[in-house]
């Protein structure tokens, strides 16, 4: 693993993955407040480290699908090449 997985993707790329995943999580219901706490993690997340993988973690692989499905190519492949990086086999990057 190279530094890649550290690095953070450009501003507009992290902004855009922010945005989809809280889309996403506004999809859910939200009776015990599940989806607050997660949209509350997310809003105010800084573009830092490793922090637009930690957004990505937070879903599970169908969750995943359905976030790169949303994302621009470009946005979509910071995000693969971090995955790589990290050392996730190919058949669990659902970014690619």
Do not use: H
């Not at 997310?42 to 879903?59: H, P």
């Not at 946005?75 to 971090?82: E, F, I, L, N, P």
């Amino acid at each position: 693993m190279s530094k890649l997985y550290y690095t953070p993707p450009e501003e507009k790329q992290f902004n855009e993955l922010k945005e989809k995943a809280i889309e996403i999580w506004k999809t859910y219901d939200n009776e015990f407040g599940y989806v607050d706490e997660k949209v509350d993690r997310i809003k105010d997340i800084l573009n830092v480290g490793d922090n637009s993988m930690r957004i990505c973690a937070m879903f599970d692989i169908s969750n995943q699908r359905k976030l790169a499905m949303k994302l621009s190519d470009e946005t979509r492949k910071a995000v693969s090449d971090r995955i790589i990086d990290g050392g996730t086999p190919d058949e669990y990057n659902v970014f690619k």
